[in-house]
């Protein structure tokens, strides 16, 4: 049985930046892929960014340019960094882990096993 915690919501101003945490209590946590997925109010959840195991990352079109995933497998700590924020980024974002070939964009929720219980963002204008 796995454990994800995020860290780092809050509130910011368009333009703002934060860095959303994720750690994990899991065995052989350099062995997952992970990833970042966010849920606005009335939306569905939807992919933000991932990362494989090989160190390969993805990220959804509305981020590229303003995100950076990355990961320390020795503090088995998820990171995503996120720059010039946008209302439109007003979310509450979940860390997921789970196991998929390098050739998927990690952004199907069905690749995941274990889930954080989210943090919120909010973006103001």
Same mark, same amino acid.
């Given at each position: 049985h796995a454990q994800l915690v995020e860290y780092g919501g809050g509130? %910011? *101003?368009? $333009? $703002?930046?934060? &860095?959303?945490?994720? @750690?994990?209590? %899991? /065995?052989?946590?350099s062995n997952y892929c992970l990833g970042w997925? &966010? *849920?606005?109010?009335?939306?569905? &959840?939807? $992919? @933000?960014? +991932?990362?494989?195991?090989?160190? +390969?990352? /993805?990220?959804?079109?509305? @981020?590229?340019?303003?995100f950076t995933i990355s990961r320390d497998n020795a503090r088995n700590t998820l990171y995503l960094e996120m720059n010039s924020l946008k209302p439109e980024d007003t979310a509450m974002y979940y860390c997921g882990a789970g196991q998929w070939p390098a050739w998927r964009d990690g952004?199907?929720?069905?690749?995941? /096993?274990?889930? $954080? *219980?989210?943090? *919120? %963002?909010? %973006?103001?204008s």
């Open positions: 509130s %910011v *101003q368009a $333009g $703002g930046s934060l &860095r959303l945490s994720c @750690v994990a209590s %899991v /065995n052989s946590y997925f &966010r *849920q606005a109010p009335g939306k569905e &959840r939807e $992919g @933000v960014a +991932s990362i494989h195991f090989d160190g +390969s990352t /993805n990220y959804a079109d509305s @981020v590229k340019g303003r952004f199907l929720m069905a690749l995941y /096993n274990f889930w $954080g *219980q989210g943090t *919120q %963002v909010t %973006v103001s």
